[in-house]
């Protein structure tokens, strides 16, 4: 009788050892809790729940990566619509001064038959300006869009970065009509794509212009193209900034790209194993320089 006894608590204490081994692993799973599973920190008291706890150590391990996973996929997301988001605000902002501009001299235009010849002729000149503007716009959304999307191959050539650095200012004077671009008379020929680097000094030397109003300097020495001005300057705080996209030094200008001129031209330069240099005191001026 007293053996019966015995073996039935022996039984009765195996039984209740493996319910509560198996409450404790269903606790774990039910509230996502494995973390003392996956230590292997809880001993179990048979062969078998050793053989069991190892198995969900490995199946829990997987499961652990695939939520780390998950959440890392999930922030991605959530920072590239944020991301849209940006584009498409940047974007509104941007096009709605030209736009407004275009809708406006063509109203008037619309509306009074009996304006001058010579009015008539500087609203249509305005007109263009403005939709020259907008195209210049989309073109750099459409360019940092393919840098975006790695979809953009340099077309590389040899060439004389003192004849590309005329082109460009030739192409400046007839708008900046009242200003001086010096370039130093030196030679410098690169391998590089042409065009690309051609926006580089486009935005470079514009961007002197519209933010200082004495002469822009060129300078071209040790394989360097330096282009310096004696404008407003920019605050050290800003100098980190200026180069990532959708950044406005001045928020209220709305001809600065959307804030991507000089993300493109930073973008451009790495394509091409370079980086843009900038040397700014504030109410002195800007030196914006990059070697190929």
């Known amino acids: 009788m007293f053996s019966i006894l015995v073996i039935d608590l022996y ?9 509560d081994e198996l409450l404790y692993f269903n606790s774990l799973l039910s509230n996502n809790r494995y973390e003392g ?15 069991l706890n190892s198995k969900l150590i490995y199946l829990l391990k997987k499961l652990e990566k695939r939520d780390n996973k998950k959440r890392k996929y999930i922030a991605k997301i959530k920072l590239k619509n944020q991301q849209r988001s940006n584009i498409i605000s940047a974007v509104a902002h941007e096009f709605r001064n030209p736009i407004s501009s275009i809708m406006g001299y063509a109203q008037t235009i619309n509306e009074d038959d009996n304006i001058p010849p010579n009015l008539r002729k500087k609203f249509l000149n305005k007109i263009y300006t403005n939709g020259h503007k907008i195209e210049k716009l989309l073109s750099r959304l459409i360019l940092w869009n393919r840098f975006e999307n790695g979809n953009y191959k340099l077309q590389i050539s040899r060439f004389d970065m003192y004849d590309l650095a005329k082109e460009v200012i030739s192409s400046l004077e007839d708008k900046y009509k009242d200003r001086k671009i010096i370039l130093s008379n030196r030679s410098l020929i690169v391998e590089a794509d042409r065009a690309l680097i051609e926006i580089v000094l486009q935005n470079l030397i514009e961007n002197a212009l519209k933010y200082s109003s004495d002469s822009v300097y060129i300078d071209i020495k040790n394989r360097t193209i330096f282009v310096k001005d004696s404008g407003i300057g920019i605050s050290k705080d800003n100098i980190e900034k200026i180069t990532k996209k959708f950044f406005r030094v001045n928020e209220n200008s709305w001809d600065n790209s959307m804030g991507l001129g000089l993300a493109i031209v930073q973008q451009i330069l790495i394509l091409h194993k370079s980086r843009l240099d900038i040397e700014s005191v504030e109410g002195v001026g ?3 320089s990059f070697k190929l």
Do not use: C, H, P, T
């Open 11 to 19: 039984i009765y204490f195996i039984i209740k050892k493996i319910v």
């Open 37 to 51: 599973i996956i230590r292997g920190d809880r001993n179990s008291f048979s062969l078998e729940f050793e053989i």
């Open 286 to 288: 800007s030196v914006f």
